[in-house]
């Protein structure tokens, strides 16, 4: 590795096949970083010395080195999530690239950007030959063990099931952002969860204006005539006046970042911003303490609680010389 290529090495197995064309790839991701990406199809991550070895013949084996950033500090829980992240970014940059490039399009259908659920394993390999690693979790079942559970209860039926406890239309569209930031579909993940934040602010001030005594007709007019600041409008004018209170007057930390959160959702559909992970799920954070607040109504406008949804996120390791267990390290608050 010569002087320009010089940083943090990292080996990324991604589920599937992704044909690239030959050769290192030259990438710029978001935060401006430098990478270069390069990819194999070995059957096996292995480093004895520290008890790896990991099929990976299902997977593109990629390595993306930060240029750089040979001197960071992967040890620390915020610094590898860090590069987790931009790593990821730089596989799926160059994996959208590939695709455009695809004249004859017979593969490029079948391929898109990556997320944390199709990351097989990841390593970096840090100064003073440290190496920090992850192996998702979803992989590491005993086939065999499984096989014979969902053999004896495969002639079970469920009470209890889809059917009977169907999943409510509000949570599924949480969930589905959820999915997406675990896909890598980050800007994609708050534009949906905002789309569903705004369908319930309607909600909630259409049944205040009901209670209030509006006819269907003046609620549509005293609506259309909403020009400027409409989300000002429905949290603090319509709600009080309706006979609640003023998001703004009632906490007001909330409402000003209500009100950046707003200014992002605006860049993006004017195609100026794009959403790393970190900021979608800051954004989103904002939009679900919102519809929390929303929840409190006194307009008999019911909006369900989720259940706990966790969001997909490596726990990393570090992995010593010589042995099969390595020494977590924290998680970051996600």
Same mark, same amino acid.
């Given at each position: 590795? /010569? ?13 599937? @096949?992704v ?27 292995t480093?004895?010395?520290? =008890?790896?070895?990991?099929?990976? !013949?299902?997977?593109?084996?990629? &390595? ?15 610094e ?9 970014n730089?596989?799926?940059?160059? &994996?959208?690239?590939?695709? &455009?490039?695809?004249?004859?399009g ?7 950007q990556i ?13 003073d030959e440290k ?26 039926v469920?009470? #209890? ?11 599924? @569209? ?12 980050? !800007?994609?993940?708050?534009? #949906? ?14 049944? =205040?204006?009901?209670?209030a ?7 549509k ?17 319509l709600?009080k006046?309706?006979?609640w209170?003023?998001?703004? +007057? ?11 959160? #707003? !200014?992002?959702?605006?860049k ?9 992970? +970190?900021?979608?799920? /800051? ?10 607040? %929303?929840?409190? /109504? ?5 909006i369900?609680?989720?259940p %706990?949804? #966790? ?11 010589? !042995?099969n267990?390595?020494n977590?390290?924290?998680?970051e608050?996600?």
């Open positions: 590795m /010569n002087e320009n290529t010089a940083g943090l090495e990292c080996h990324v197995a991604v589920l599937g @096949r044909q690239l064309p030959p050769g290192t790839l030259p990438v710029e991701i978001d935060s401006g970083e430098k990478c270069f990406v390069a990819n194999a199809f070995p059957k096996r991550m480093d004895p010395e520290r =008890g790896i070895d990991i099929d990976v !013949t299902d997977c593109t084996v990629f &390595t993306v080195t930060h240029v750089g950033q040979g001197g960071v500090d992967i040890g620390s829980a915020g590898i999530r860090r590069i987790f992240d931009r790593s990821i730089a596989i799926s940059e160059v &994996t959208i690239w590939a695709k &455009t490039q695809d004249v004859v017979k593969m490029s259908s079948f391929s898109r997320g944390v659920v199709d990351v097989k394993a990841f390593f970096a390999l840090g100064v190496v920090v690693g992850w192996i998702n979790p979803a992989f590491m079942l005993q086939r065999d063990a499984v096989a014979v559970m969902s053999g004896v209860f495969s002639g079970m469920m009470a #209890n099931g889809p059917a009977a406890n169907p999943v409510p239309p509000i949570t599924r @569209r949480v969930m589905s952002s959820i999915d997406l930031v675990s896909l890598g579909f980050y !800007t994609e993940s708050f534009v #949906n969860l905002f789309s569903l934040t705004d369908d319930l602010i309607q909600n909630v001030i259409k049944s =205040g204006m009901v209670q005594g509006l006819s269907e007709v003046d609620q007019d005293l609506l259309k005539s909403i020009k400027e600041e409409r989300l000002k409008v429905y949290l603090c004018h709600a006046l309706c006979g209170k003023s998001l703004k +007057e009632e906490d007001e930390s909330l409402y000003k970042k209500v009100v950046k959160v #707003n !200014t992002v959702r605006n993006i559909m004017h195609g100026s911003r794009r959403l790393n992970r +970190e900021d979608s799920v /800051n954004s989103s954070n904002v939009l679900l303490g919102l519809i929390d607040w %929303l929840r409190h /109504n006194p307009f008999g406008y019911r369900e609680e989720f %706990l949804l #966790n969001m997909a996120s490596p726990h990393f390791v570090t992995l010593d010389k010589k !042995t267990e390595g977590g390290i924290d998680k608050d996600s």
